[in-house]
């Protein structure tokens, strides 16, 4: 499928939370209220002001504490759920862009019940802003139709983040799977064929983000239920 699409190599993530800084910046979103959690994440979680967040988590491995790193953001879903459902009372709220395929949302969306929107998405991602419409990363729509990368891709200085032509991009991210499955057997793709925006972690996805692939519990079933299939085909 043509368009665009991001790789996100975890592995070379150290938290620096230049994208997050980034995205808030470029789309010119207010400060979001903070509090201890016990580690750096700040914001707590998504929010009307906060596109991508980089969550920590801290881990065991082999008697050693460590930590993931995960640049939580829209994962521009190939057939996104929230379209259907959004569309479903308004149409043209939600957009998939015909020539990067950025899931883009304009401000009827504000006509379709928000909860709705929220609960489809596999990912638990659209939150609501101060103007009470539903919000969330645009894939820098406005930066990539004027040749420019996304700002989170643009500032990152470990490159943990790529962006380009979706064939291009998957070929990198398989290249680099192949690479770390020796050292990490238990690396992979996250739902690599159902959005644009494709992880790559090392362990298990529930120890990055409870939402770092599609839920069962949320969003379309059927997209779900597509890649515990497709996870059982590989095997």
Not at 86 to 91: C, P
Not at 116 to 122: F, L, M, R, W
Request: glycine residues 6%; charged residues 30%.
């Amino acid at each position: 499928m043509a368009g665009k699409s991001i790789f996100v190599d975890t592995t070379r993530c150290t938290a620096c939370r230049g994208c997050q800084i980034a995205c808030k910046n470029w789309n010119r979103n207010a400060a979001s209220a903070t509090k201890n959690l016990g580690n750096h994440q700040n914001p707590p979680d998504l929010d009307g002001n906060t596109f991508k967040l980089v969550r920590f988590s801290e881990v065991e491995n082999e008697g050693k504490v460590g930590w993931y790193f995960f640049p939580d953001q829209c994962r521009h879903c190939l057939e996104p759920p929230c379209k259907d459902t959004a569309e479903g009372y308004v149409n043209e709220s939600v957009i998939q862009d015909d020539a990067t395929g950025a899931i883009v949302y304009t401000d009827k969306v504000k006509e379709a019940p928000f909860d709705e929107i929220k609960s489809s998405c596999p990912y638990d991602i659209p939150r609501r802003n101060a103007r009470g419409l539903a919000v969330k990363c645009t894939m820098c729509i406005d930066r990539i139709s004027n040749g420019k990368k996304p700002a989170c891709v643009s500032t990152c200085p470990t490159e943990a983040m790529s962006f380009g032509e979706r064939d291009e991009i998957l070929k990198l991210a398989n290249e680099r799977l192949a690479a770390l499955k020796a050292k990490f057997p238990k690396a992979q793709l996250l739902d690599a064929d159902q959005v644009r925006v494709i992880y790559l972690v090392v362990d298990d996805p529930k120890k990055y983000h409870k939402n770092a692939v599609a839920s069962l519990e949320r969003g379309n079933r059927r997209f779900a239920a597509k890649r515990v299939i497709d996870s059982i085909l590989r095997v």
